[in-house]
């Protein structure tokens, strides 16, 4: 049966929402960039299949400048990671709430 | 002339101005100096003025400026100085200037000094606002300004719990009756469209009799709370708490003949309705009766005094009422140079007998007070009517009208009434100043008053004395605005008998009195002698018990209904509901706190949450779009434009 | 057949490792099966004839990007499963589901437009990377310069923060300072080793 736009529509969406459960319910946070992952991925999915159900590159484009900010994203992320986990030896959300109030 | 005027009326606000910047220092003599100086020029002003008039000049009317002047409602501050009002403003300029000269030497111990002439001067601008002005609006203005000055002076020693109630009680009951005023002004606005005098009064004729005799109905109930009729009465003998000078000033001479002014003044509208004339005069006689009762066998020198003038204002209004205008005010005025007399007279005995008042207590002062024994003994032959001194004149006169007016009734009361007038009067000086020296028992060591305050009283009584003599000049002068009645009896003989008829029967009294208390042996009654405990001594005593009536049955329920609004309403209901706004708030503030709880995880799922409300708002305004027209076709049947 | 045979496949695959991704316990599992899902991933641009996208998944998810997490992964103790207090699931599945129900309704409602035209076509003849190419370098060019300097600096940040010692900078220290480095290293050094 023919493949549409709507079917990797949908698919992107499941994902999405795989993603924000992650999201919502992850409190390490390691697991949390995991699942931010998930959501950057399953756009970049709707972007390629809205490139090629219009024949246009611009889809293309922004995924590819998705997967570099995400690249760009992990590194820093995961380096404010080593020296939260140097100082207070965990990497737990419902620790981390310092900002509270 | 008109700068006469504006200097009569604006020196004694000058001199309360002056007077109220030291209101806070010490007592400083000057503050009672400039004042009276001030208010002497005022006096100077309106003995040039009534000069002015007497020598036929036309009424000084000015506008000073405009007050209101909106849609159909023009009301000016505008006074005017015709006849009627200049005769009150000399009334009340001598008894102000030489009360003031008599409090410098009055409240010379008092700490409160300064603050006494500031009032008493803004009581004076009040008056002199309330007799110049010539539109009812000013006139309101000045009633309500004597109004709270007399409230500041009754209650001037506020620390006294009984000043502070007599006070409130002075106020609160004037304010009942300056409804009825208030109702009168609006009637009177309402059905001529001015509140101007003349112009008013221009239209009233062409009014219905229901009308006008409502408007005088409730124009008289705002007089009846000034001048203290019945039932509007408990607060003038309470307000004796005040300073003897204020008593002098405010309760002899000047606001409580607010009320028979207005009176004089609305008399264009009173003639009209002679029903409502005659229902005054019987209420004025009974007053004088009432009063006179009262003041029988009060222990209360200036009690006694006051429920003098009350009765005095009573024949005021008999020959208001009758439609005498001016003889009442030829009463007014001679009655106030001689009460006046009479209140710094008991001032001074006062002051001797270290704030004593029980008269019973006093006795033989006639040595050691001899100047205000002789003008208190003056003061009170003025008062009884004998002749040739001014009461004669103008009590025998105001008897006079009520048998030519047929009101045969009316007359044979107030002929009682003057004989009880006399009896007290001479009771209370006999038991001052003559027989054994009793305040010894006490050991009070009186003296005389000083010197300058004695001459400060001399011209009261010289007017008390010679103000007879005046009559003719002053009804030719006053008939101009007045109905012009002459009032004389049909046969001179029946004339003769009255007036010996009454002066024996005054004479009489007063030997009475003498005999009674003027002898050695009088003791200072206890509580058990046979006569106290009989009953219509205990009903005078405690003034029919309407005090008493009054306090139990309407203080003290209002007191309640009070309560309940306070407790009940006001903090249940208007302060639960203002702050429970506030509540909803904070309320709202605190429970929403959490959202700041700091933890990211719970941040993330508020997000999810708002990516959600936003996802709905798409659908939802995309629906809207997509069936816009299924939309307003269905909003349209329900009758949405 | 064969398009939507594989379309099927690797949706399932994907949802399942991003599914264990997601739910496991253990955070080496997570690591795994997030890799093998951007792998799938890969397999769906090739499928849409974005080639060139594939195979910069390839290459910078599955390889660097995952490399990375592995590094960082060092860090942490990674055989006791990671201990967590779970949120109330209520909340979490509710709302997931919701906000797919939404975006659901949203793209399944025929968003039909008739004059859409595009900005970059695809052009005839050429392959798909040098195409990218061809647009990449041209219309393009701004985005990527600061994408690369992103790079740079993402680069840099993450150095910076992990390393050790870094708040010393050996090119503006004197010979004095120097010395006294190497001293204090050596130290350290024979200390490891013994």
């Known amino acids: 049966m023919e493949i549409g736009l709507n079917h990797y529509l949908m698919l992107s969406t499941i994902l999405f929402c795989i993603g924000l459960v992650g999201v919502m319910r992850r409190k390490n946070l390691l697991m949390l960039f995991f699942a931010t992952e998930i959501l950057l991925n399953s756009v970049n999915i709707a972007f390629a299949a809205i490139s090629h159900y219009y024949g246009d590159l611009t889809g293309q484009m922004f995924a590819f400048f998705v997967i570099a900010i995400a690249a760009s994203e992990v590194a820093v992320g995961l380096g404010l990671l080593v020296v939260w986990h140097k100082r207070h030896g965990n990497i737990d959300l419902d620790q981390m709430s310092t900002m509270k109030g | ?308 003038t009350l009765s005095q204002l009573g024949y005021m209004f008999v020959a208001a009422g009758l439609g005498a205008y001016w003889v009442a005010l030829f009463h007014l005025m001679a009655h106030a140079f001689f009460k006046a007399l009479l209140f710094l007279g008991a001032g001074n005995v006062m002051h001797a007998m270290h704030d004593e008042l029980d008269p019973f207590k006093m006795g033989g002062l006639k040595k050691v007070m001899k100047w205000t024994f002789i003008m208190m003994t003056l003061a009170s032959v003025a008062l009884a009517g004998i002749f040739p001194f001014a009461g004669f004149f103008s009590k025998d006169l105001i008897l006079e009208v009520a048998i030519i007016e047929h009101n045969y009734i009316i007359y044979s009361v107030l002929l009682f009434t003057a004989g009880l007038t006399a009896f007290y009067s001479f009771r209370l000086v006999a038991l001052i100043f003559h027989g054994e020296e009793r305040y010894k028992l006490f050991g009070i060591h009186p003296h005389e008053a000083y010197k300058f305050m004695l001459i400060a009283m001399s011209p009261l009584l010289l007017l008390a004395i010679i103000a007879g003599s005046f009559k003719m000049t002053y009804f030719e002068m006053v008939t101009a605005v007045l109905p012009a009645t002459e009032y004389h009896v049909h046969s001179a003989a029946l004339y003769w008998i009255m007036t010996i008829g009454t002066q024996v029967f005054v004479l009489l009294a007063i030997a009475y009195a003498y005999k009674k208390y003027a002898r050695n042996g009088i ?41 309940v609004f306070w407790k009940q309403v006001d903090l249940k209901i208007v302060d639960a509901t203002v702050d429970g706004i506030a509540n909803i708030f904070y309320a709202t503030g605190s429970k929403t706190r959490g959202m700041q709880s700091g933890n990211l995880s719970t941040m993330l799922k508020w997000m999810v949450v708002g990516l959600v409300a936003m996802l709905s708002l798409a659908v939802v305004f995309g629906l809207a779009v997509r069936y816009s027209d299924e939309i307003m076709a269905i909003l349209s049947g329900l009758g949405v434009q | 057949m064969f398009e939507a045979f594989a379309f099927y496949m690797f949706a399932f695959l994907t949802i399942a490792m991003f599914y264990i991704t997601v739910t496991t316990s253990q955070a080496l599992y997570a690591l795994t099966a997030l890799a093998a899902g951007m792998i799938f991933i890969s397999a769906f641009f090739f499928i849409l004839g974005a080639d060139f996208l594939g195979a910069i998944q390839i290459v910078v998810y599955s390889g660097a990007v995952m490399a990375l997490y592995a590094f960082g992964m060092m860090f942490f103790d990674t055989t006791r499963s990671v201990k967590e207090k779970h949120g109330n699931k209520l909340i979490i599945s509710g709302l997931s589901i919701l906000a797919a129900l939404l975006v659901v309704v949203i793209f399944a409602a025929p968003l039909v437009s008739t004059n859409m035209e595009a900005f970059y076509p695809a052009t005839e003849g050429v392959g798909n990377t040098q195409d990218v190419g061809m647009v990449l370098f041209t219309k393009y060019l701004v985005p990527f310069e600061v994408a690369a300097v992103m790079l740079l600096v993402a680069m840099i940040a993450g150095i910076v923060l992990a390393g050790k010692k870094m708040d010393l900078s050996l090119t503006l220290m004197d010979e004095a300072e120097l010395a006294q480095e190497n001293a204090t290293r050596d130290e350290e050094n024979k200390k490891v080793l013994s």
């Open chain 2, 1 to 308: 002339m008109e700068f006469y005027l504006y200097l009569a009326l604006f020196a004694p606000l000058a001199g309360s101005l002056f007077a109220a910047l030291f209101g806070a220092s010490k007592k400083n003599l000057i503050a009672g100096v400039v004042p009276s100086l001030l208010l002497f020029t005022s006096f100077v002003s309106s003995s040039i003025l009534l000069v002015y008039i007497l020598g036929g000049g036309s009424p000084v009317q000015v506008e000073m400026m405009t007050w209101m002047a909106t849609g159909d409602l023009y009301i000016p501050f505008g006074f005017i100085v015709d006849q009627v009002s200049v005769t009150m403003m000399m009334v009340v300029t001598i008894v102000s200037t030489i009360v003031h000269i008599y409090s410098i030497g009055y409240m010379d111990h008092d700490k409160a000094f300064n603050r006494f002439f500031a009032w008493l001067s803004a009581f004076v601008f009040s008056m002199m606002v309330l007799v110049m002005s010539d539109n009812f609006a000013g006139l309101f203005i000045g009633w309500e300004g004597v109004g709270l000055c007399s409230w500041a002076l009754i209650g001037f020693w506020y620390h006294k719990e009984s000043a502070t109630w007599a006070a409130n009680e002075a106020f609160i009951m004037n304010r009942i009756a300056d409804l009825g005023m208030l109702i009168g002004i609006f009637l009177v606005y309402w059905n001529t469209g001015t509140l101007q005098y003349n112009e008013a009064f221009a239209v009233m004729p062409s009014l219905e009799t229901d009308v006008l005799v409502w408007m005088g109905i409730f124009l008289f109930i705002g007089a009846m709370g000034k001048s203290a009729q019945f039932p509007l009465h408990t607060w003038l003998a309470d307000a004796m708490e005040g300073p003897t000078p204020v008593s002098a000033l405010i309760h002899a001479a000047t606001m409580v003949t607010a009320g028979v002014y207005l009176v004089v003044r609305a008399n264009p509208l009173y003639d009209m309705i002679p029903e409502m004339g005659h229902f005054i005069a019987s209420l004025g006689a009974f007053v004088a009766l009432f009063a006179a009762s009262m003041a029988l066998v009060n222990r209360d020198m200036k009690r006694i005094i006051a429920y003098s």
């Open chain 2, 523 to 563: 003791t200072v009654p206890d509580g058990t002698s046979k006569m106290e405990n009989r009953l219509c001594y205990k009903v005078l005593k405690n003034q029919y018990y309407i005090p008493y009536f009054y306090e139990e049955y309407l203080v003290k329920a209002y007191r309640e209904l009070s309560t």
